[in-house]
C-alpha cells in the first residue's frame, strides 16, 4: 500500500492529473477525484499545496458546485498540512470584511469555513477518543472556543441574517456540517437562534426545494452534534408536524424522514446508554 502512496506511487500521480485537469477547466468530475483520494488519504495533502492558489481561487468560480467542492478540499488540506498559526490565519483571511465581497466570494469562504471548523473539531474528538464523549465535548469548547467562536459566529449571523439565497444555501450546510462534527463553539449562543432560523426556512415555500432540504439536514445535524443538545425534541416534533405538510414535496419529505430516523435513533441510543461516537 505505502508502494502506492509513495512520490513517485500512481496515486499520487492520478491526484498530479487531476490537478492538471482542474487547471485547464475547473468542473465537478476532477474536483471530486481529488476530494475523494484526500478523503481517503488525508497525507498527500502535501502534494496539493504547490496547487494551493489555484484551489482558493475557485471559492470564488461561477459555478457553485466548483465553489462547493474546492472549499471541502481545502479544508482537508489546511487541516492536515498547516500549522495552528497558519489555520488562524486563514480563518482570520475568510472572515475579513466579509459584508463587502461578492455573493459568490460569500457563498465559498462560509463553505470553507464551516468545512474547515467542522473538520478541526472532528479531528480534535479523535485526537481524544480515549475520554467519555461528555468529556472530550467540554474539553474541546474548553480549548477551541476561543480560536472558532468568531468563525461559527459569523457563520450563524449570514445564516440569520442573509437575504440572498445563495449565502443562505452556503450557511445552512456550513452550519449543517459543524453541527455533524460536535457542538457549535460559541459561547454566547446555545444554538437556539439557528435551529429556529433552520425550520424557518424549511417552513419557507418561497425558497427552493434545494435550500430547504439542506437546512432540514443541517437542523438535523445541530440535534447530534452533541449528547446533551437543548433543542432536539423541539426539531423532533418539527419534523413530525411538518412531514404531513410536505407530503406533496417529496424531496423536501425524504430530507425531513432521513433527520427523524437519526434523531430518534441517537434519541434511542442516549436512553439506553449506548452512546457511540
Known amino acids: 500500500i505505502d508502494g502506492l502512496m509513495n512520490k513517485n506511487g500512481p496515486v499520487p500521480a492520478y ?3 487531476a490537478l492538471d485537469l482542474i487547471a485547464a477547466n475547473p468542473s465537478k468530475v476532477p474536483l471530486e477525484c481529488v476530494l475523494e483520494v484526500l478523503g481517503g488519504v488525508p497525507r498527500l495533502s502535501a502534494v496539493v499545496l504547490s496547487r494551493f492558489d489555484m484551489l482558493k481561487a475557485l471559492q470564488q468560480h461561477s459555478r457553485e458546485e466548483v465553489r462547493e467542492l474546492a472549499a471541502q478540499i481545502i479544508a482537508v488540506v489546511v487541516c492536515e498540512s498547516y500549522t495552528s498559526p497558519q489555520v488562524d490565519a486563514l480563518i482570520h483571511e475568510l472572515g475579513r470584511n466579509f459584508s463587502e465581497k461578492t455573493v459568490e466570494q460569500q457563498h465559498g469562504y462560509i463553505l470553507t469555513l464551516g468545512y474547515t471548523v467542522g ?3 472532528r479531528k480534535y474528538f479523535e485526537q481524544h477518543s480515549q475520554l467519555k ?4 465535548e467540554k474539553k474541546c469548547k474548553e480549548d477551541l472556543a476561543d480560536r472558532l467562536a468568531g468563525a461559527v459566529r459569523l457563520i450563524a449571523e449570514f445564516l440569520i441574517d442573509s437575504p440572498h439565497p445563495t449565502v443562505l444555501n452556503a450557511a445552512c450546510s456550513a452550519v449543517g456540517e459543524l453541527g455533524r462534527c460536535g457542538p457549535l463553539l460559541d459561547p454566547a449562543d446555545d444554538g437556539s437562534r439557528c435551529v429556529k432560523k433552520l425550520l424557518a426556512v424549511v417552513d419557507d415555500a418561497k425558497l427552493g426545494s434545494k435550500i430547504r432540504e439542506k437546512a432540514a439536514l443541517a437542523a ?3 440535534s447530534v452534534g452533541q449528547l446533551e443538545y437543548p433543542h432536539r425534541k423541539l ?3 418539527h419534523f413530525l ?3 404531513q405538510v410536505y407530503s406533496k414535496c417529496f424531496n423536501v419529505l425524504f430530507k425531513l424522514y432521513i433527520c427523524q430516523r437519526v434523531l430518534f435513533l441517537f434519541d434511542f441510543a442516549l436512553k439506553t446508554g449506548n452512546q457511540r461516537d
Open 119 to 121: 473538520r478541526l473539531v
Open 241 to 243: 408536524s411538518s412531514a
Open 220 to 222: 438535523g445535524f445541530l
Open 133 to 136: 464523549r461528555e468529556e472530550t
Open 235 to 237: 426539531v423532533i416534533q
Open 15 to 17: 491526484l498530479e492529473l
